[in-house]
C-alpha cells in the first residue's frame, strides 16, 4: 500500500532534503523517526530537492507498506519529529502514484528583507537596499513565461538531460512599506539552483546592476557566458506542488507572516 505524506519543515539546521554523507538532511530525519515507529528500516521517496538552508511550506513524499496501521502514526511522527518538521496529512493513494515523477507543477517563493531583523535572520534573506526598482524586476520577471531553455541559469547544467522548463507564473510583490519583497515562481520542472540563480538576477536588476536586455541574452542564447552567484538559501520557499489527483492548499500562508502588518501587492 502507498500513501503520501503532506509536510513542510525549515531547512536552516539540514544539508537539503535527500540523504548525502556531508550532513544531516530531512529525509534522514523522517526516515529514522518511521524506522523507529514501525520498528524496521522504512524508506521514503520525496516530490524533489531543496538546497541546504532552503525551507518548504509544502512538500510531499510517498512510502509504501505491506498493510495499513493501527495507530495515530500522525500523532506519533510529530511528537517524535523535531519541531523545524512537521507532518500534515497522510492520505492513502488506490495505486502506484510517484510523489516525485506525477508531480505537473511545483511553486516556489523567495522572501527578502531590507533591514537586519534578528526575527527574519532564518526565515528571510537580508539585501540592505534602500530603492528597488520594482517595476523593472517585474519586467524581467515577465519574460521567463516567453522562453523556456533554462542552461544559463543553472549551476550545473551538463548533470541534465535537459534544461527546458516551462514557467507558468512569475511575479515581484513587495509589502506595504516597501521594506520586505517577495519573488513567486511556478514550473513544470527547476533545476539545480534555478530559483536562486534568478532570483541573483532580479536582485541585480532591481538595484541597477543588471539590465533587461543583458537579462534576456541569456534567456535568448543560453549558452552565453555569464557570472553565477545564487541569491542566499535561507529565503528560499518551495511552497507548492500539483499533481493531478491532488491539489492541496499549502498549511502555511508564509507570505501574510513575513509581511507582517502590511499586505503585498
Known amino acids: 500500500m502507498r500513501y503520501f505524506f503532506h509536510i513542510g ?3 536552516t539546521n539540514y544539508s537539503g532534503w535527500q540523504k548525502h554523507p556531508d550532513g544531516l538532511s530531512v529525509q534522514q530525519v523522517l526516515e529514522n523517526c518511521l524506522t523507529q ?42 511528537h517524535l519529529l523535531p519541531d523545524d518538521i512537521a507532518v500534515f496529512d497522510i492520505i492513502p493513494m488506490d495505486g502506484q502514484q510517484h510523489a516525485r515523477f506525477d508531480a505537473t507543477e511545483r511553486a516556489y517563493d523567495y522572501f ?3 533591514y537586519k531583523d534578528p526575527f527574519l535572520s532564518n526565515f528571510s534573506s537580508l539585501y540592505i537596499v534602500k530603492s ?23 549551476k550545473m547544467p551538463n548533470r541534465n538531460t535537459h534544461t527546458i522548463c516551462n514557467v507558468s507564473d512569475a511575479g515581484i510583490f513587495v509589502d506595504s512599506t516597501g521594506d520586505k519583497l517577495r519573488f513567486h515562481i511556478a514550473a513544470n520542472r527547476f ?3 534555478m530559483v536562486r540563480i534568478i532570483t541573483g538576477k532580479l536582485i541585480d536588476i532591481g538595484t541597477g ?4 536586455d543583458e537579462f534576456e541574452s541569456h534567456l535568448i542564447d543560453p549558452q552565453l557566458p555569464q557570472n553565477i552567484k545564487p541569491a542566499y538559501p535561507q529565503g528560499l520557499y518551495l511552497s ?6 491532488l491539489d492541496i492548499r499549502p498549511r502555511s500562508n508564509f507570505s ?6 502590511g499586505e503585498w501587492r
Not at 145 to 152: E, V
Not at 240 to 245: E, H, N, Q, R, V
Request: glycine share 6%; with cysteine; net charge positive.
Open 191 to 193: 533545476l539545480g539552483k
Open 9 to 11: 519543515y525549515l531547512g
Open 132 to 154: 528597488w526598482d520594482i517595476a523593472l524586476m517585474q519586467r524581467a520577471a515577465n519574460l521567463l513565461l516567453k522562453y523556456n531553455d533554462y542552461h544559463a541559469f543553472c
Open 240 to 245: 507548492k506542488i500539483t499533481y493531478p489527483y
Open 112 to 114: 527578502i528583507h531590507t
Open 37 to 78: 515507529v514501525f520498528k524496521k528500516p522504512m524508506w521514503i521517496v520525496g516530490c524533489g530537492r531543496t538546497d541546504a538552508q532552503v525551507h518548504a511550506s509544502q512538500f510531499f513524499f510517498h512510502m509504501d507498506v505491506d498493510e495499513a496501521w493501527d495507530f495515530d502514526l500522525l500523532f506519533r511522527l510529530n
Open 209 to 212: 546592476r543588471l539590465s533587461i
Open 256 to 261: 501574510q507572516m513575513l509581511a507582517g502588518a
